[in-house]
C-alpha cells in the first residue's frame, strides 16, 4: 500500500474530502487555504485518528518501535505517525472503503 492510498483511507475515516489532485506530494483539501492532509507526517492530524476511533498506543523498544491498534489487532512500525496510519487504513479497508472519497 503506497503512502497516498494510506492517506486517502486515513481521510475516509476522517470524514474529510479530498480533492483528485496533488500538489506537492501531498492531497489537498477542497477549501482553499487549509493546509494540506498528511496524517503520516503531521502529528496533530495523527492524534486525531486516534482520539477519533479510540485507538491503544503501546511503545516496545525491543521489539519494532510502536504498537497501534485495538483489541482485536495490532500494526507495528519504527514510526508512531505511519503506525497509526497504517492500522486505520488496515480498518477502513476492512470495511470495504470506496475507491475514491
Known amino acids: 500500500m503506497t503512502d497516498l492510498e494510506i492517506t486517502r483511507l486515513c481521510a475516509q475515516a476522517s470524514d474529510i474530502m479530498l480533492s483528485d489532485f496533488m500538489r506537492a506530494g501531498k492531497y489537498t483539501m477542497f477549501k482553499p487555504g ?3 492532509y498528511d496524517p503520516l507526517h503531521d502529528d496533530a492530524q495523527a492524534m486525531r485518528l486516534v482520539k477519533k476511533l ?15 491498534g485495538d483489541l482485536k489487532d495490532m ?7 505511519h503506525a497509526i496510519c ?6 477502513q479497508m476492512a470495511k470495504g472503503a470506496p475507491e475514491r472519497p
Do not use: E
Open 54 to 68: 479510540l485507538l491503544d498506543i503501546h511503545c516496545r523498544l525491543d521489539r519494532n518501535g510502536w504498537y497501534v
Open 34 to 36: 487549509n493546509p494540506a
Open 75 to 81: 500494526v507495528p512500525h519504527s514510526d508512531l505517525n
Open 86 to 91: 497504517l492500522f486505520v487504513a488496515k480498518m
